[in-house]
């Protein structure tokens, strides 16, 4: 039997995170925010599925007002994640029950307000309408100014340079995150939050959130591998992160992110609760199942596609790169303009999704922008020439 550990407890709605409440699973509505009938019949059914939370995205005043008529028609817990426009807080506020900020994302807009001012108008926010906040740092889109005492430190001591979320890493720049946003809220008295710490590497996710945990064992955690791509490898790497987590009593609310389509969304639920059932039964996937050495990492797309290809496109890359699979190289399918042109930085092969346009990356030099019938040869062509590049340096 795992032995939980006690954290505050924040309310959520009708819902509860941390305490004794049980674990709550979590998942997002991919449907047009501004699609007010699709969206509550995803949410509904996404409730009616096990989804204590369902998280909606929410970047316009248009979609704020759509939201207001989501939230009339359905009785599910609601949350809203702010991307830059951290000044939609007041908008979304009275029609959720949680808001999530990315510490990455509020060094955009209004860059002379420090962040503590932004924060501390989102609690200002967070107080009037009786919602509870999340701190989520996510890797793809860490502070700037950490990230670059990281790389300042890795160039001055090169030798014991380490990736993000090594367990001896002097400085993690999305941990520095978590602890600073963390001491700042509980400096000003605010407690009715949570956190989650997400990278598309499942070992970094349990390295970064572990060591969260001993450090801050009082604050309730949102466990997620973040990009964990289609149900074929996204539940894996999932389930390597969330089950040894969960098995060391860390974790008071989970989401499974997985590349599907809008009506399939339950799908993260189900995962969720096999991951659930699996730590409970004491059968956790061995840590040391190895990934194929190719990484293919997708975003779980969401109200901001601009092309519902994207899916059919994530799956029929993952699919035609198969022949790749000892190679070790990282492919990226982000579905839109947000996050993927930062989220594909440090990918070998890297594309990110426009409404008729596919921009197709190596690192973070693009390559060119293509239709999405021609998109996969092009993907194609740029892995088969890193392969030859990789074979000659390893002949
Ligand atoms: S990359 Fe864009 S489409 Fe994909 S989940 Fe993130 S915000 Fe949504």
Redesign the pocket.
Known sequence: MTTRRTTRKIQVGTAFIGGDAPILIQTMAATKTRDVEATVLTVNHLAQSGAGLVRI?VDTRNDAKALAEIRKRTTANLSVDLQENFRLAELVAPNVDKIRYNPGHLHHLEPNLSWQKKVEYLVDVAKEFDVALRVGVNCGSLDPAKLEKYHAQLEQNDDTASPPGDAAAIFDPSLESALEHVDFLDSIGFTRYCVSIKDSDPETVVIVNRRFAALRPQVPLHLGVTEAGTPLRGILKSRLALEMLLAEGIGETLRVSLTVEADQKAQEIEAGRLILANVAAGTVVDPATPLPKLNIVS????A??QNDRFVELARTLEKAAEFAQDYPFKIAT???R???PG?TDDADVGLWCGADRVNLKSGSTLIGSYGYDEIIEKALELLREKIREYDEQNK
């Open positions: 995205a975003c779980p797309s969401c901001r596609v982000m579905g839109c947000v996050n993927g989220e």
